[in-house]
């Protein structure tokens, strides 16, 4: 039988640091079915099913650094955001709009003063 409070099983050089406190799972894609989420991304990606594997990646780094960083934000307003990045970078004619409403142009190589 493992016993989970015994961590030299793991690193027998590692000090003994005792039971943990809290214990996390993460259940997005093994209890939760994530189909009808990819389909809809994929559609305002062109139809891109891996760009939608690549956004809901990306949704998760982000969420995880602003919450380890203290920066909470709405897991919406990540997504929002995760979705207009990977829309940005991976379609070369598109970029969002500027808040001020006009279109920002995007530099890239060969543009003029990028």
């Given amino acids: 039988m493992l016993d989970f409070a015994d961590t030299t099983m793991l ?59 203290n920066h909470y934000r709405d897991f919406g307003q990540i997504g929002v955001a995760t979705l207009l990045m990977v829309k940005a970078v991976n379609e070369p004619s598109w970029f969002p709009p500027s808040p001020t409403g006009s279109r920002i142009r995007r530099r890239g190589r060969g543009s003029p003063g990028a």
């Fill in 11 to 69: 690193n027998p050089y590692a000090p003994a640091i005792g039971r943990p406190k809290a214990l996390f799972f993460d259940v997005n894609e093994t209890l939760l079915d994530l189909n009808p989420l990819t389909e809809s991304v994929a559609r305002v990606l062109d139809g891109r099913r891996d760009l939608a594997v690549l956004w809901f990646t990306s949704l998760l780094h982000h969420s995880l650094v602003a919450t380890v960083g």
